[in-house]
């Protein structure tokens, strides 16, 4: 989410400043709560699930399972979705409120809440998780981001951490310590594996999906320098089962990197919306001042060039040469080594013997017209040679 803006003409508006600036002053209104929001996702990935287990109880086709394993995964991750919010504390105003329900939440996972809590407010390993994501292991991101949730010891080690932080682990490891043997005395080790470990394997996919995308970086400019990880777009009904998971991930890389506080799910698109419109406004005025720069910079080019061609001898101009009748130049031209190109009269005595193609080649044409062999039929020549060739004029063809 690193982004850098660019804005010539003013330059204390530039960097990285810009952006955390537009972030830091979003309007009031998308920091509020709505009542009935939370609980309405909380309702949806509830009934999604159940759901989607009472169709996969009364299924054991072997082609029909894996689809509503899939489904389920995505239910999963919606449900997961509910966790994150708790764990932002964006999910009620209640903070004792999003703590039950976030530590509830988060036990099918097997992840302590407390650990997904403090992943919130630090950027360990986020580089390496970035780096993850975005290469061809991707599908290991949310493994990843488990094994971050469950073993990373410094989680532990913060002050006034440990007791929640226990509180959590002991929970998760009670949960499991119970839910399994349950599962497998009830329904055997298939059952464990068509309950648990399949759907879990689909929920770590598609996590990694929304995690893959959300790492991206789609708003790019490379002269302005302007990357932020904007949500990737999904169907409405994938949004639907999954509460906007990618929208939530993104929102959680910009407070990372600004500090800023949580905003509701149900106002991220809003947000997102803001952002976008203010950084376009940004990207315009960086544009504009860029094309003055880049004519300021012209400007001096040319003037440099004028200075130059000033210093270089082109010769005398070609209003201020003398006349030379057409029979005047057929006669003394052979002796004299002079040539005909474009009613103008070059001297070649003082260059024929520097000539890059050898004064053989001159010889058939002293006191003839050159003029198409000058300009392709024997070799186009380039500028540079036709700029050279000026220093030798001595006259133009009189108008007879």
């Not at 803001?274 to 001096?300: H, M």
Request: proline share 5%.
């Amino acid at each position: 989410m690193e982004s850098v803006i660019s804005t010539p003409p003013r330059r204390r508006l530039s960097g990285p400043r810009t952006l955390a600036r537009i972030v830091k002053n979003l309007p009031g209104k998308l920091y509020q709560h709505s009542t009935g929001a939370p609980v309405r996702r909380l309702m949806t990935s509830c009934i999604v699930l159940a759901v989607s287990y009472y169709l996969v109880v009364l299924t054991d086709g072997i082609f029909t399972l894996p689809f509503l394993w899939g489904i389920l995964g995505l239910g999963l991750v919606g449900f997961s979705a509910i966790a994150q919010e708790c764990a932002q504390d964006t999910f009620s105003e209640n903070s004792v409120l999003n703590y039950i329900v976030g530590f509830v939440v988060s036990l099918p996972f097997l992840v302590p809440f407390e650990s997904l809590r403090l992943s919130n407010q630090t950027q360990r390993f986020e580089n390496m998780f970035q780096s993850l994501a975005k290469s061809r292991f991707w599908w290991l991101s949310s493994s990843f981001e488990w094994l971050r949730a469950n073993f990373d010891l410094g989680s532990f080690c913060r002050p006034g951490n440990r007791r929640r932080m226990l509180l959590s682990v002991v929970g998760v490891w009670i949960f499991a310590s119970i839910g399994f043997p349950l599962l497998v005395n009830t329904l055997g080790f298939w059952g464990l594996f068509k309950f648990w470990i399949a759907p879990s394997i689909a929920y770590l996919y598609w996590r990694s999906v929304f995690l893959q995308k959300t790492y991206q970086v789609p708003f790019t400019d490379k002269q302005i320098k302007v990357t932020i990880a904007f949500p990737e777009k999904y169907p409405e009904w994938v949004q639907f089962i999954t509460n906007d998971i990618g929208a939530i991930l993104s929102s959680a890389r910009v407070v990372s990197h600004y500090g800023t506080k949580y905003i509701p799910t149900e106002n991220l698109a809003t947000s997102f919306n803001y952002i976008k419109s203010k950084i376009g406004r940004v990207i315009s005025l960086a544009a504009i001042g860029r094309i003055k720069e880049e004519r300021q910079q012209q400007q001096k080019l040319e003037a440099t060039m004028n200075e130059l061609r000033e210093q270089i001898d082109f010769g005398s101009p070609v209003e201020k040469l003398p006349d030379m009748t057409l029979a005047e130049f057929k006669s003394t031209g052979r002796d004299r080594k002079l040539m005909l190109c474009d009613d103008l009269i070059f001297d070649m005595s003082k260059f024929y013997l520097d000539h890059p193609g050898g004064q053989r080649i001159l010889n058939p044409f002293y006191g003839r017209d050159i003029t198409n062999a000058f300009n392709g039929k024997v070799y186009n020549h380039s500028n540079g040679a036709r700029n050279l060739a000026r220093r030798f004029l001595v006259a133009k063809l009189a108008q007879e």
